[in-house]
């Protein structure tokens, strides 16, 4: 799975909003008490973005199990086989080879494969995502 480079200005952007949301009081405090500045992302930064860490991890895994259009247009699935993915495979089956019923079922796998990667990191918000209102 690569990161759909379509995505990282959404990114940028929800990463910009989380930071601007840091309070500043926060690294005021963490400066007169001495705390280097790794530590200070480690112990402020990193927990107070938490959920947008969470959000574009979601987005982001989500965004490149469905990646289709630049595969169909610049690639075609190939040479070979090797640009081929699971979106692309399961038009190919259903469109192309007129394989319905497989299509369907390849459907029904990216559905399955989709939720259970989205349950997975929704439950591990509770390890990391730091607060939650």
Known sequence: MHPDPKNVGLNMILF???LQGVPKELYEAARVDGIPAFAQFRRITLPMISPTVLLTSII??????QVFAQIAVLTKGGPGMST???VYYLY??????HKFGYGATLSILLFLIVAVLTFVQWQMRKRIVFYEK
């Open 16 to 18: 910009l909003a989380a």
């Open 84 to 86: 081929t993915v699971l």
């Open 92 to 97: 190919q089956q259903a469109f192309e080879f």
């Open 60 to 65: 982001t895994i989500v965004g490149s199990l």
